[in-house]
């Protein structure tokens, strides 16, 4: 396998619901990240992780909870979620932190639509 | 003020023309800016990465980078109807492992 790979890549689920998104990166990158992309709205940064410490959560609301367990792997814990929940899913992966505090170039997977009924 | 601002176009050109789109942003001290293309319904798609200033090509893609006036713009040569979606320009501030996204621009060719 080769890039960024998420699972699933549709998923529908109640609010009373527990469900995770998974996202594997095949490209040696130090930094995994989960992003928001929500109709009409800019690409939403909700985390990142730098050799699955986590460097930034920008103020999202506990009902989602990331989980990277080695510098590869990244989850979305999902629970009680609400219907504007419902967005694409998106992981990256990036060479962060280069020589002269460049950023790498980030790759993204294909995506995770989850709606919440 | 956003912290990276796109039109949104849509920006409509006839094929073989070329098609210019533009980005500026905020943080003075950014020094890594990318150009993704996404169409409907998939995920953001890497075109170009620009770190110095001056123009950078890649086939029929050419960008352009003025840190003096925070501007970072993606020049389509010879465009195609292939080429209809959306340009999402991103910047990575210096020194942390955040991209920001601006919200697009959609572009349309035209056959």
């Known amino acids: 396998e080769t890039g960024v790979t998420q699972t699933p890549r549709h998923l529908v689920m109640g609010m009373t619901n527990k469900k995770s998104l998974k996202c594997e990166q095949h490209l040696g990158h130090n930094a995994m990240y989960w992003y928001k992309q929500s109709a009409k709205k800019p690409l939403e940064l909700m985390f990142v992780y730098n050799f699955k410490e986590q460097t930034e959560n920008n103020s999202v609301p506990s009902r989602f909870s990331p989980e990277c367990p080695n510098s590869s792997h990244l989850f979305l814990h999902l629970h009680t979620l609400q219907p504007e929940d419902s967005a694409l899913y998106l992981c990256?992966?990036?060479?962060?932190?280069?020589?002269?505090?460049?950023?790498?170039?980030?790759?993204f997977g294909e995506g995770s639509r989850l709606t919440v009924l | 003020q956003k912290e990276v601002e796109q039109n949104s176009g849509p920006l409509s050109v006839p094929e073989g023309a070329i098609a210019s789109l533009n980005c500026t942003y905020s943080d003075r001290g950014s020094q890594s800016f990318f150009w993704y293309r996404q169409y409907s319904g998939k995920s953001p798609e890497l075109i170009m990465s620009?770190?110095?200033?001056g123009d950078k090509e890649d086939g029929r893609f050419t960008a352009q980078l003025n840190k003096a006036s925070q501007y970072v713009s993606l020049l389509i040569r010879d465009s195609q109807p292939s080429d209809s979606a959306t340009y999402l320009c991103a910047v990575n501030p210096s020194g942390t492992y955040k991209y920001i996204f601006g919200t697009g621009t959609r572009l349309k060719v035209l056959a």
């Open positions: 620009i770190y110095s200033n």
């Open positions: 990256a992966s990036s060479h962060g932190g280069l020589a002269g505090g460049q950023g790498g170039e980030l790759f």
